[in-house]
């Protein structure tokens, strides 16, 4: 059973830096799409970056420039490096892979922007 592990949540102030990591377990198959997805209280969940095996990646409008994903495919771990962060990216982020027709999620990590 694939399971996906998040870590570096936590609490910043506003104009600050986290990097989120999150790896996968239980599989010997490379994960195809994996990316990292938000849901802030009384919002619905929404895509914040994608990238794929081949490295071509995809960022809501709203954290262009300043959210960085990379994965290692040789882990199956995919990161998103966020800076100049904002009260407005406050929320639990989620770790998501797909593979084999099956989409997987991490429990995921608050994170909190004060301002």
């Known amino acids: 059973q694939v399971q996906l592990v998040e870590s570096g949540g936590g609490l910043v102030q506003a104009g600050g830096s986290l990097r989120l990591s999150c790896a996968a377990s239980g599989t010997i198959f490379r994960l195809n799409a994996m990316g990292w997805y938000r849901q802030a209280p009384g919002k619905q969940r929404e895509l914040v970056a994608v990238?794929?095996?081949?490295?071509?990646?995809n960022y809501a409008d709203s954290v262009k420039g300043r959210f960085t994903i990379s994965r290692d495919n040789g882990k199956n771990a995919v990161y998103l490096q966020m800076n100049s962060l904002k009260p407005e990216d406050t929320g639990v982020y989620y770790c998501y892979g797909s593979g084999l027709g099956s989409d997987y999620w991490g429990q995921g990590t608050q994170v909190t922007v004060s301002s």
């Open positions: 990238v794929s095996t081949g490295s071509s990646t």
